[in-house]
T-cell receptor, first 113, second 116 residues
Framework: QKEVEQNSGPLSVPEGAIASLNCTYSDRVSQSFFWYRQYSGKSPELIMSIYSNGDKEDGRFTAQLNKASQYVSLLIRDSQPSDSATYLCAVIRLTGGGNKLTFGTGTQLKVEL | GAVVSQHPSWVICKSGTSVKIECRSLDFQATTMFWYRQFPKQSLMLMATSNEGSKATYEQGVEKDKFLINHASLTLSTLTVTSAHPEDSSFYIC????????????FGPGTRLTVL
């Protein structure tokens, strides 16, 4: 089982719609969860971080965390063509070698006009 | 916000040569820096954790003699790919944290390495 799993997509949504991105993780003791956006050829940029169960909203983005189900999601409201990118779910795992940020393989989002 | 730079942004080299990539924290002191590698259509994979003044900790499967990491100051870590081969061609990304705040990693812009 992969440590962080995402559907690779592509996920296509029309402009103005809600995009829903999902992620599951295997390490039950993980406490910190992140969503990054990565444009082609660029390094990832942080969109949201979430540490507690429930929802966290920031503008058009809402992150949802359910630790019991080991599930994290990201909702993007009013999707824009500029949101087209790969979205990486990441989890901080506590290991014997220290805290490590582990990424999923990413979901490619395409927002169509 | 905190800024991390990388140099060079891209490099092309011949097989068998060595390439050095620099990662700098521009406006903060980074006790810990991380080096990631990303192959096309794949995710970022942690290669090593670099702590100022001590030896880097490498992830399983990463050859420490091939990927030399030096973190000589609180603002600079370097990754040297020794005897590079075409399979080392990848996007190398560094990140840095302030103190022990692992929840906030600042990523550099990445270095595209192409080995001919």
């Amino acid at each position: 089982q992969k440590e962080v799993e995402q559907n690779s997509g592509p996920l296509s949504v029309p402009e103005g719609a809600i995009a829903s991105l999902n992620c599951t993780y295997s390490d039950r003791v993980s406490q910190s969860f992140f969503w990054y956006r990565q444009y082609s050829g660029k390094s990832p940029e942080l969109i949201m971080s979430i540490y507690s169960n429930g929802d966290k909203e920031d503008g058009r983005f809402t992150a949802q965390l359910n630790k019991a189900s080991q599930y994290v999601s990201l909702l993007i409201r009013d999707s824009q063509p500029s949101d087209s990118a790969t979205y990486l779910c990441a989890v901080i795992r506590l290991t014997g070698g220290g805290n490590k940020l582990t990424f999923g393989t990413g979901t490619q989002l395409k927002v169509e006009l | 916000g905190a800024v991390v730079s990388q140099h060079p942004s891209w490099v092309i080299c011949k097989s068998g040569t060595s390439v050095k990539i620099e990662c700098r924290s521009l406006d903060f002191q980074a006790t810990t820096m991380f080096w990631y590698r990303q192959f096309p259509k794949q995710s970022l994979m942690l290669m090593a954790t670099s702590n100022e003044g001590s030896k880097a900790t490498y992830e399983q499967g990463v050859e420490k003699d091939k990927f030399l990491i030096n973190h000589a100051s609180l603002t600079l870590s370097t990754l040297t790919v020794t005897s590079a081969h075409p399979e080392d061609s990848s996007f190398y990304i560094c990140s840095a944290i302030q103190g022990a705040d692992y929840n906030e990693q600042f990523f550099g812009p990445g270095t595209r390495l192409t080995v001919l």
